[in-house]
């Protein structure tokens, strides 16, 4: 049983690019978080998706969008690129319970 | 002030011996509290659920006190393979969806 997928693993883009990100949630789980943790700090909550739609989000620009696919994949989109946006994107999968598992990550590096 | 906020440590353990720490959390209406763990350049993996009644599993106990809003993580007999960062996570749960809200981590480094 394949646990949450991401990819890629690291990515480097320069100030103004545009990125995308993807993640496969765990087999049986239908709902998708995506965080966002600097170096040294704990993960913030960007935006969580359920049947397709975004359903909460946290303090976050619109420069950060996503998207859920009808086979419960998700992608997380980020314009005009910022140097403060170097981080490791890390993609959570849970079905009706609680418990969110987590992905390998995303390490973005913004020259 | 952070919605969940933890001392980052590092706090430096001897192998066998005892350590706790605790996170404090700002939201009275946190209804769900979590630990989890972190190694270097790793993904978050849930250590374990609180409860207000506590919980233990093997080496590792758990306390919530909702009167002071804060949670507990305490590790005995201590082994290396504990050195990691502890992440203290609440959840308030709402019709839309049930976001992770994590403290900034307490780093434990244990030590032979």
């Known amino acids: 049983d394949a646990g949450v997928t991401q990819s890629p693993t690291h990515l480097i883009k320069t100030r103004g690019q545009q990125v995308t990100l993807r993640c496969s949630p765990k087999?049986?789980?239908?709902?998708v978080s995506w965080y966002q943790q600097a170096l040294g700090q704990g993960p913030q909550f960007i935006f969580q998706?359920?049947?397709?739609?975004?359903?909460q989000r946290g303090n976050f620009p619109d420069r950060f969008s996503g998207h859920q696919f009808p086979n419960y994949s998700s992608e997380l989109n980020v314009n005009a690129l910022l140097l403060g946006d170097s981080a490791l994107y890390l993609c959570?999968?849970?079905?009706?319970?609680?418990?969110?598992?987590f992905g390998p990550g995303t390490r973005l590096l913004v020259l | 002030r952070k919605e969940v906020e933890q001392d980052p440590g590092p706090f430096n353990v001897p192998e066998g011996a005892t350590v706790a720490f605790n996170c404090t959390y700002s939201?009275?209406?946190?209804?769900?509290f979590f630990w989890y763990r972190q190694d270097c350049r790793k993904e978050p993996k849930l250590l374990m659920s609180?409860?207000?009644s506590g919980n233990e599993d093997g080496r590792f106990t758990a306390q919530l006190n909702r009167a002071s809003q804060y949670i507990s993580l305490l590790i005995r007999d201590s082994k290396l393979s504990d050195s990691a960062t502890y992440l203290c996570?609440?959840?308030?749960?709402?019709?839309?969806?049930?976001?992770?809200?994590f403290g900034g981590g307490t780093r434990v480094l244990v030590k032979p």
């Open positions: 998706y359920y049947e397709e739609e975004e359903r």
């Open positions: 959570a999968s849970r079905a009706g319970g609680e418990t969110q598992y």
């Open positions: 609180v409860y207000s």
């Open positions: 996570v609440v959840s308030l749960i709402k019709a839309a969806g049930n976001k992770l809200t």
């Open positions: 087999s049986g789980h239908d709902t």
């Open positions: 939201n009275s209406a946190s209804q769900s």
